[in-house]
């Protein structure tokens, strides 16, 4: 078993992991309506990969002997004011994801908990990546600018994109 303490604060990043899966499904939907399909098909993706992050969260508390506690998932956002300001939002939201991350890592450190450490830094890594991606596509956006043919470029880009289901299961 992991602690209770640990047992809460993965509890929490379960929660997280599915508000943040809800969000993208939101810009999902936003961008679809806007008619940028490529741009939709990205934050779908995204949707897809933050549900397996709680699903591998919360198979790691079952497999420990722990308890999963699901809450209700706070309201998010449904529009944006721009491509650039939604991946901005995108980078910032991702920076809090890494900080909790880090939280359950020094709290898994500060109980000599080797077993969730190791676990979580399949997180830690994926959460360099998921910042890495974010400013990428901001660094593009802001090169674009409101170049038709960019955005169009970069729609077309966007929608080749598919799910890749990761390993949801303890023992990777």
Sequence with gaps: MVSKELEAAINKQINAEFWSAYLYLSMSAHFSHKGLP???NWFKVQFQEEQD???KLMNYLIAKGNSVELKPID???TSWESLLKAFEVTLEH???VTSLINNLVSIARRENDYASENMLQWFVNEQVEE???AQALI???K???SNGFGIY???KELAQRSYTPIDTSVNP
């Design 53 to 55: 992050h709680a699903l």
């Design 131 to 133: 910042e890495e991606t």
């Design 153 to 155: 470029t970069m729609d």
């Design 75 to 77: 309201k998010v956002d």
């Design 94 to 96: 991702e920076k809090i």
């Design 38 to 40: 490529g741009f939709a």
């Design 139 to 141: 660094d593009s956006l």
């Design 143 to 145: 090169l674009i600018g």
